[in-house]
């Protein structure tokens, strides 16, 4: 799947080693599939999952670690409907926020700020 190789780039553009495919389900065609993803820099882990149908992401889940405490995920779990941009919402620490760029880029790069200082950011 073309887009397990765009993810797996954008983690070695941030130097993260060890990237594993953890699990990887193929679809009917090379759009569609799901996957999982698992990244390791440091003291930082990020774990990407997405089920991908006709080519669009239908479920996500990011997940940035710190040791072994969560830091940031973006997920479209329809668990937080009082959420204005429902089922899309992002955990920082322990609130729960609107997402308004729920992209891969958007996390990787919120990812990256948070990493350069845990605690920092948004």
């Known amino acids: 799947m ?8 954008k983690l070695r553009r941030l130097v993260f080693q060890n990237i594993i495919l953890a699990t990887y389900r193929p679809g009917p065609t090379g759009m ?3 996957y999982k993803l698992q990244a390791v820099k440091n003291d930082f882990k ?3 999952s997405e089920l991908m149908i006709r080519g669009s992401i239908a479920k996500y889940s990011y997940t940035l670690l710190h040791k072994e ?8 779990a329809p668990h937080h409907p009082r959420i204005e941009t429902f089922p899309h ?3 920082w620490r322990d609130e729960v926020m ?5 992209s891969i880029d958007s996390f990787l790069e919120e990812a990256a700020s948070l990493m350069e200082g845990p605690g920092r950011g948004r």
């Not at 073309?2 to 780039?9: E, H, L």
């Not at 405490?69 to 997920?75: F, G, V």
């Open 32 to 34: 569609d599939g799901y």
């Open 46 to 48: 990020i774990f990407v």
């Open 69 to 76: 405490e969560i830091i940031l995920r973006y997920d479209n």
């Open 2 to 9: 073309i887009r397990i190789a765009y993810v797996t780039d």
């Open 98 to 102: 609107p997402i308004y760029d729920r």
């Open 89 to 91: 919402h992002k955990h």
